[in-house]
Nanobody
Framework: QVQLVESGGGLVQAGGSLRLSCAASGRPVSSDVMGWFRQAPGKEREFVAATNLWSGMKYADSVKGRFTISRDNAKNTVDLQMNSLKPEDTAVYYC????????????????WGRGTQVTVSS
């Protein structure tokens, strides 16, 4: 079992930056896919970014060039640096993990955190 806990959400003005962090516990996740998803009110959960040892990093088109995912396997953490934030980035952001390949479909992920709210004001 893997437990995931997100931190770092908050309120920021458009154009600003936030850094989200996800801490994993239960077992090492160095070989897992670690990803970030988000869900805005009334919308389906959507893929943001993910990384694993073999495939590198994958990003949703909507965040490419603005968001960067990184991981520290020694600390069992994965971060999401979010720059040039837009009001449409407002959502609850979730950390997720799975073994195997990177998928952008949230149903493929086995482990989830409880989420952290990101609100971008215009």
């Amino acid at each position: 079992q893997v437990q995931l806990v997100e931190s770092g959400g908050g309120l920021v003005q458009a154009g600003g930056s936030l850094r989200l962090s996800c801490a994993a516990s239960g077992r090492p996740v160095s070989s897992d896919v670690m990803g970030w998803f988000r869900q805005a009110p009334g919308k389906e959960r959507e893929f943001v970014a993910a990384t694993n040892l073999w495939s590198g990093m994958k990003y949703a088109d909507s965040v490419k060039g603005r968001f960067t995912i990184s991981r520290d396997n020694a600390k069992n953490t994965v971060d999401l640096q979010m720059n040039s934030l837009k009001p449409e980035d407002t959502a609850v952001y979730y950390c997720a993990a799975r073994q195997g390949f990177i998928y952008s479909d949230y149903v493929k992920y086995e482990y989830w955190g409880r989420g952290t709210q990101v609100t971008v004001s215009s």
